[in-house]
Antibody
Framework: EVQLVESGGGLIQPGGSLRLSCAAS????????MSWVRQAPGKGLEWVSV???????YYADSVKGRFTISRDNSKNTLYLQMNSLRAEDTAVYYC???????????WGRGTLVTVSS | QSVLTQPPSVSGAPGQRVTISCTGS?????????VHWYQQLPGTAPKLLIYGNSNRPSGVPDRFSGSKSGTSASLAITGLQAEDEADYYCQSYDSSLSGLYVFGTGTKVTVL
């Protein structure tokens, strides 16, 4: 079955670090453009980061310099390392695959990150 | 902050037609980049509804249709059904320095 499963969310204090994982099955992460998208409670969708099949990475201004996207080809897993976390980073974080025809055609169920003291 | 603007809410009776607008600028929709639409049912992940401005993935009913013109795009739902009550988001690519992928502000569709 083709699916994405996120993990690693939780409660973290401001200034702390957290690493999210997104395990893929049914397709190869390294052959696709993979993104992280987040949604703050009661708010809309916000694109966070992307890693292209060639390895290039890009970030939204709101997380640039604090978050790092990466992948482990041997584990077919996508990661998001989040440092210097702030209250405004509180959100459900989804990993998503960018489809070859456009749009994000596959989404995980999301993992909740809560930044609070 | 979103750079694609949508109405906060639209509503319609069962069987009616509703449309959702998505207004961008010359750095995203107006630059020729495709628009995609997502449906998010309460408590679930978004689902791709329309890709490449007007194409439906397999399994999406033909009640849903998309179009694009200039710096805007629209999603139409004809024959509105109770299960269409959800949040809808447009999404495109942006060539400005602020980000690559941009989402709309989101629209809540209510079936009366």
């Amino acid at each position: 079955e083709v699916q994405l499963v996120e993990s690693g969310g939780g409660l973290i204090q401001p200034g702390g670090s957290l690493r999210l994982s997104c395990a893929a099955s049914g397709f190869t992460v390294s052959s696709n453009y993979m993104s992280w998208v987040r949604q703050a409670p009661g708010k809309g969708l916000e694109w966070v980061s992307v890693i292209y099949s060639g390895g290039s990475t890009y970030y939204a201004d709101s997380v640039k310099g604090r978050f790092t996207i990466s992948r482990d080809n041997s584990k077919n897993t996508l990661y998001l390392q989040m440092n210097s976390l702030r209250a405004e980073d509180t959100a459900v974080y989804y990993c998503a695959r960018a489809g070859s025809l456009g749009g994000f055609d596959l989404w995980g169920r999301g993992t909740l990150v809560t930044v609070s003291s | 902050q979103s750079v694609l603007t949508q109405p906060p809410s639209v509503s319609g009776a069962p069987g009616q037609r509703v449309t959702i607008s998505c207004t961008g600028s010359s750095s995203n929709i107006g630059a020729g980049y495709d628009v995609h639409w997502y449906q998010q049912l309460p408590g679930t992940a978004p689902k791709l509804l329309i890709y490449g401005n007007s194409n439906r993935p397999s399994g999406v009913p033909d009640r849903f249709s998309g179009s694009k013109s200039g710096t805007s795009a629209s999603l139409a739902i004809t024959g509105l059904q109770a299960e269409d009550e959800a949040d809808y988001y447009c999404q495109s690519y942006d060539s400005s320095l602020s980000g690559l992928y941009v989402f709309g502000t989101g629209t809540k569709v209510t079936v009366l």
